[in-house]
């Protein structure tokens, strides 16, 4: 059985250009996609994108990190069976420097112009959800929240705007 598998992705910038990440695993070999990864249990979705995008990148900091969109993405045979449902987690984020590999693959810098012109390179969906979420918008608003259960009692520490 195939469960939903919640995922981070950043739009990155990076001295003016856009990082990719050409993947060396599967799903998805030998493709350029954005840097991200799963969201583990008791992670908030900021935090997660902050550790994979320091990891894959190798990058000291990220910032001017904020939300940009939701994606519910299916991955099917060509049978139409399921396998994978992610749910995905769009932000946007700078930073400064990157080192060129890491252990999931190749990582470079891409103009727009690049980007148009290798298009085909890329991930369709996450060439669509760049495209989509490179620019800011005021129609997404994300919420946190924590509730704690103590002896059948529910209690909530916070609710809060994510910023």
């Known amino acids: 059985m195939t469960s939903m598998i919640p995922i981070v992705i950043s739009i990155l910038r990076c001295k003016g250009q856009y990082l990719f990440l050409k993947r060396a695993n599967s799903p998805y070999e030998n493709l350029w996609s954005m840097i991200g990864g799963k969201v583990g249990i008791g992670e908030h979705i900021h935090e997660a994108a902050k550790r994979e995008v320091l990891e894959e990148t190798g990058a000291a900091t990220l910032s001017n990190y904020e939300y940009r969109g939701l994606v519910s993405e299916r991955l099917v045979r060509s049978d139409g069976s399921l396998v994978n449902h992610f749910l995905i987690f769009i932000g946007h984020g700078e930073i400064d420097s990157y080192r060129e590999s890491h252990r999931e693959g190749e990582l470079a810098l891409f103009t727009l112009e690049e980007i148009n012109i290798r298009g085909s390179e890329f991930?369709?969906?996450?060439?669509?959800?760049?495209?989509?979420?490179?620019?800011?918008?005021?129609?997404?608003?994300?919420?946190?929240?924590?509730?704690?259960?103590?002896?059948?009692?529910?209690?909530l520490n916070y609710y809060r705007k994510a910023t």
Not at 128 to 149: I, K, P, T
């Open 123 to 155: 991930l369709p969906s996450d060439r669509f959800m760049f495209d989509c979420f490179r620019e800011a918008s005021d129609m997404l608003n994300v919420y946190e929240a924590e509730l704690e259960h103590d002896h059948g009692n529910y209690t």
